[in-house]
């Protein structure tokens, strides 16, 4: 059986690539996508698109492509994901809700046993429409009330139950911070609010951007643009020199 050493949240970067390069062996990498590119849709007709945390735990790990098939099947967009393995501290520090009730040891004993797969979700209302899509914690009973539910489908019992999923906005913001602290947690505008501030903002200014750098037809048309953008930017501050008596030219620069 392959051996996977536990990764520390604060690794040193020889640890890190190690860690990337075990991942991508074992069919898993860190998913990095735009947040704006996977979630913006001028078609939808919601104003905000809810995140929430969803785990694929040890004991389904192994089912991980076909619960995220799954995922994906029923709407959501899976924003980042992650492989790992939690310390017995890590995992303390995220189930804390439950620390002193007597299943805990055997809770922090069970999700550090192998690795797991962290995801943040997007969907409108993406906590209860995963909460409902996961089932009844205890996967038994998931198999008679909720027979097509991700618990009933990949879990075992009440402990070993495939998945979990954030209870509510709160959990939800807590936790995806807990295994993705760089993460954008705050929704983002959709629909006619994100088009009509394209529109007023930026589409113009771009447009201009764009037919500029089709006639240039730069060797760098990235970095081209970039700089084009900088040049025609409409809110780029002025900068407006101030003379005094006492001050020569250089000495005062308002930014209005």
Known sequence: MESHSKESFNGDH????????????NGFEDTMR??????????????????TLALIK????????DIETVILNQGFTILQKRRIILTAEQCSDFYSEHYGKKFFPSLVAFMTSAPLVAMVLAKENA????????GPTNSDVAKETNPDSIRALFGT????????????????????RFFFPNCIVEPIPVGQPAKDYLEQNVNKTLMKALTALCKEKPK????????????????KPKLTQVHTSSSSPDDLIIIE
């Open 157 to 176: 019992n009440e402990q070993k139950n495939a998945v979990h999923g954030s209870d509510s906005a709160v959990s939800a913001e807590r936790e995806i």
């Open 14 to 25: 020889n640890e890190q690539q190690q860690q990337q390069q075990q991942q991508q062996s």
């Open 58 to 65: 040890p004991d389904a790990v192994n089912k991980a492509i």
């Open 220 to 235: 760098d048309p990235v970095l081209w643009l970039a700089d084009k953008l900088m040049e025609i930017n409409p809110y």
């Open 34 to 51: 735009s947040d704006q590119s996977t979630v913006m849709d001028f078609n939808k007709s919601g104003i905000f698109v809810e995140r």
């Open 127 to 134: 906590i209860q429409q995963w909460r409902e899509l996961i």
